[in-house]
């Protein structure tokens, strides 16, 4: 808004209009995200989307799981977005923590009617 110097009430009347059209959508959070012509998302929680990876990448128990870093520039996510969801796969028993500064590994394989 401060780029463009407009009110928020202003981007908020803009977006309304713009999800009437079909053309953007309200996010968790109160945000929007505008939708791109074709685009298809996955509305998954992202603990979901990163379990995934563990079964596309076929890891075996033991293997090493990928930084939050990798992860957040995968899903387009924040660094701390992605942390809060590896904690969550952390509680659930999927992955194993190293603790702070070293290497996540996969505990578990998730079934995906596990997680259904």
């Known amino acids: 808004m401060s780029e ?15 999800h009437k059209d079909g053309v953007a959508e309200p ?4 945000r ?3 939708v791109r012509a074709g685009e298809r998302a ?7 989307r990163i379990a995934d990876v563990i079964a596309d990448e076929r890891l075996e128990a033991g293997t090493a799981f990928p930084s939050a870093s990798v992860l957040a520039e995968r899903f387009g996510v924040s660094r701390p977005t992605v942390t ?16 702070q500064g070293r290497v996540r ?8 009617e596990e997680r259904s």
Do not use: C, H, M
């Open 42 to 48: 996955d509305r998954r929680p992202l603990e979901e």
């Open 105 to 112: 590994t996969v505990r578990a394989v998730p079934n995906r």
């Open 4 to 18: 463009y110097k407009i009110s928020r009430g202003v981007a908020l009347r803009a977006f309304a209009a713009l």
């Open 84 to 99: 809060k969801a590896l904690d969550k796969l952390e509680a659930a028993g999927v992955l194993a923590s190293g603790g």
């Open 32 to 34: 929007w995200r505008v």
């Open 27 to 30: 996010v968790p959070g109160g």
